[in-house]
């Protein structure tokens, strides 16, 4: 079974802290996403990787950034955290062959509150 | 941009009971995937069912089943025999060509015993 791992299930930070949240997994899958997820939001992606080094902005990326230097570990930086990053952030991942019916494969979550 | 609409923030079934939620998206594309997920409290997110466009044929999973109106954009999940484990948040995903995927605003079903 697919397994993606996230360092954290919660964290708690202040304001103005530069926050890493890391993601893990163990399947060789080419691509990996960052969602936030907020009540009656639903997902937004933030960034996802189709490779290594390689990176795509998503929909929300302002305040955040995202290193990939190896296949199975994708981290999200928040640089200098503020309140309105309180949320919860789930890690996904999914083989390549853009296009395809292959799913998302998701975190547990880390549930991020910025003080 | 995609859109995908769930326009039920809530639901609720009795226990043993069926409930259809709803989804609908906007595309302009022919060929895309549409899919199930379910969340349930302070769990991990996994797929429920998954349905090609290009496929006439609704997808089954068990007791879960999909109604998908291509023509109309609707691709709404049935739950049958509905189980105290089936409650949760339910997203409605789609992905078309390309790596992204998106998500609609979630449906929260309660399930009644």
């Known amino acids: 079974d697919v397994k993606v791992t996230q360092s954290s299930r919660y964290l708690v930070k202040r304001t103005g802290e530069k926050v890493f949240l890391e993601c893990v997994q163990d399947m060789d899958h080419e691509n990996m996403f960052w969602y936030r997820q907020d009540p009656g939001l639903g997902l937004r992606l933030i960034y996802f990787?189709?490779?290594?080094?390689?990176?795509e902005k998503g929909d929300i990326p302002e305040g955040y950034s995202v290193s990939r230097e190896k296949k199975e570990r994708f981290s999200l930086i928040l640089e200098s955290a503020s309140t309105n990053q309180t949320s919860m952030y789930l890690c996904?991942?999914?083989?390549?062959?853009?296009?395809?019916?292959?799913?998302?494969?998701f975190g547990p979550g880390t549930r991020l509150t910025v003080l | 941009a995609q859109t995908v609409t769930q326009s039920q923030p809530e639901m609720s079934v009795q226990e043993a009971e069926t409930v259809t939620l709803s989804c609908t998206y906007d595309?302009?594309?022919?060929?895309?995937?549409l899919f199930w997920y379910k969340q349930p409290p302070s769990r991990q997110m996994i797929l429920v069912i998954r349905q090609e466009a290009y496929k006439q044929q609704n997808a089954t999973e068990n007791r879960f089943s999909v109604n998908f109106q291509k023509a109309a954009k609707s691709f709404s999940l049935k739950i049958s025999d509905s189980q105290l484990g089936d409650a949760a948040m339910y997203f409605c995903?789609?992905?078309?060509?390309?790596?992204?995927?998106?998500f609609g605003t979630g449906t929260s079903l309660t399930v009644i015993p």
């Open positions: 595309t302009s594309e022919s060929d895309y995937y």
């Open positions: 995903a789609y992905r078309r060509g390309g790596n992204q995927f998106y």
């Open positions: 996904a991942s999914t083989l390549g062959a853009s296009g395809s019916s292959y799913e998302q494969f």
């Open positions: 990787s189709y490779d290594v080094k390689m990176k």
